[in-house]
């Protein structure tokens, strides 16, 4: 009898039928721009260079016609039409927008506000000098500030002469929920977003781990710690952001519509939810809630969340259940 030494061949055939169900690795594709006053950054695996290619140039197109319609300082976007002449027609994806932010609106009792332009306005975060207003400014102010006096007639938004709107406080999350849906529509199973700091993932990360995301130290360098997610995105808002300091006092550019003043008492905070959307709205109106009331509220809604703020000069955390 002819003995053969097989076990090398059954090794092979073995390893050629792994290569042929696992098929090519998908590789890391990147898409960066500087868009709605930030910096964008979306990194994806796919397997086909050609489909990759057109799926960057499908997500360019939409971030930039989003930042066209919704860039409060171009001249040229819908919401300055619309804060020129109070009515303007709006495609059917804005008219979406306007009737989710009226939703959270009403959820957070008016601490979401799109229309609270005119409090920024006077405290000198859009231009000129940053600047504490006097009673009466303020009250002035608030006389145009009032989400529920926007108004959707058909494909129409309407607002009252006076009143201008700024989609700030939401844009950057709505805009990584819809590259988020050009990329699930063309299957792409894993992906991080990033635009202007507002995180949305798409599955896991090519190691087969939860992503990681950083928070930043609102008072330092670096991140304060990282955070885990899969198919779910986080929003963070800090006083850091955009700030005057008058009397060893911070002023921030978040705004509590219902006194006009800036929100106080907190450093930074961070919202998970499932989309990018309702995490960055969620995000500005905690915020204004503060770390004992933020947590209380999203805890009953059932949203995650982070908070940092000082106290005596050591920063602290506070989190949900």
């Not at 609102?218 to 009397?247: C, H, M, N, W």
């Not at 995650?304 to 602290?316: A, D, M």
Request: contains cysteine.
């Amino acid at each position: 009898m002819i003995k053969r030494n097989i076990g090398p061949l059954l090794c092979s055939v073995v390893l050629l039928l792994i290569t042929l169900a696992c098929g090519p690795a998908p590789k890391e594709y990147t898409y960066s721009d500087y868009l709605f006053g930030s910096q964008c950054s979306i990194k994806f695996y796919y397997i086909g260079d050609e489909r990759a290619d057109e799926i960057i140039d499908v997500i360019d197109l939409e971030l930039t016609r989003l930042d066209s319609l919704l860039n409060y300082f171009s001249d040229q976007s819908l919401v300055s039409e619309l804060n020129r002449k109070s009515r303007v027609q709006a495609p059917g994806d804005i008219i979406y927008l306007v009737n989710v932010c009226d939703s959270v609106s009403r959820l957070t009792d008016g601490l979401f506000d799109i229309t609270v332009a005119p409090l920024l306005e006077i405290w000198g975060f859009y231009h000129g000098e940053k600047k504490i207003p006097s009673s009466d400014e303020i009250a002035r102010a608030k006389h145009h500030v009032d989400y529920r006096r926007v108004r959707i007639t058909a494909d129409s938004l309407i607002i009252d002469p006076g009143m201008r709107v700024d989609f700030g406080g939401i844009a950057q999350g709505y805009a990584a929920d819809r590259a988020g849906l050009i990329l699930r529509q063309r299957h792409v199973k894993s992906a991080i977003i990033d635009i202007g700091g507002e995180v949305l993932v798409i599955g896991q990360s090519p190691q087969l781990r939860s992503w990681r995301v950083g928070i930043r130290n609102p008072r330092g360098q670096g991140i304060v710690e990282a955070v885990e997610l899969q198919d779910s995105a986080v929003s963070t808002s800090g006083d850091y952001e955009k700030f005057f300091i008058i009397g060893n006092k911070r002023y921030p550019h978040i705004i509590n519509p219902h006194t006009g003043l800036p929100a106080q008492g907190f450093a930074s905070v961070s919202v998970f939810a499932k989309t990018a959307t309702i995490a960055d709205a969620m995000a500005t109106a905690t915020a204004i809630l503060g770390p004992a009331r933020g947590i209380e509220f999203l805890d009953s809604l059932g949203f995650g969340g982070i908070i940092y703020y000082e106290e005596n000069q050591t920063l602290r955390r506070v989190s949900t259940r």
